[in-house]
């Protein structure tokens, strides 16, 4: 199951950016999955949990934008949805050799939503005891 590296590596770089923006805790991550990308959504939710376990991304919620696979043809210029699985020869004029796949295999990190740190804390002179 690829679906565990990729949220491996989500909770990775989620993680290096929360450290860097001094987050306490993340809240929430949003993806854009490609209908291409080959991930299933469920299992890339359940995996997103397993690997936030002890780290700052902890209970945070995933949320997975799906993005619908579209072409072009070059020769004709037609768009169209490809839809799963998927429909390569062109609508417009029947070809098939010369299509190129504009969306479908994103997977991409959109946004992430975390709760900042507490403010540092100043170094106080300690109160001298009473005697």
């Known amino acids: 199951m ?6 491996m590596a989500v909770v990775s770089q989620v993680e290096d950016a929360a450290q860097a923006g001094g987050a306490r805790v993340v809240t929430s991550v949003r993806l854009e999955v490609g209908e291409l990308a080959g991930v299933v959504p469920d299992a890339l939710a359940f995996c997103f949990e397993l690997a936030c376990a002890g780290t700052v991304l902890e209970g945070a919620a995933l949320v997975t934008e799906p993005v619908a696979a579209r072409a072009r043809c070059r020769s004709c210029t037609d768009d169209w949805a490809v839809g799963m699985p998927p429909e390569l020869c062109c609508p417009g004029c029947g070809r098939a050799t010369d299509v190129e796949l504009t969306a479908g295999r994103e997977l991409r990190i959109l946004s992430v939503n975390w709760e900042d740190g507490p403010a540092p804390t100043r170094h106080r002179q ?3 005891e009473e005697r």
């Open 2 to 7: 690829h679906e565990m590296s990729i949220a």
């Open 126 to 128: 300690p109160i001298p």
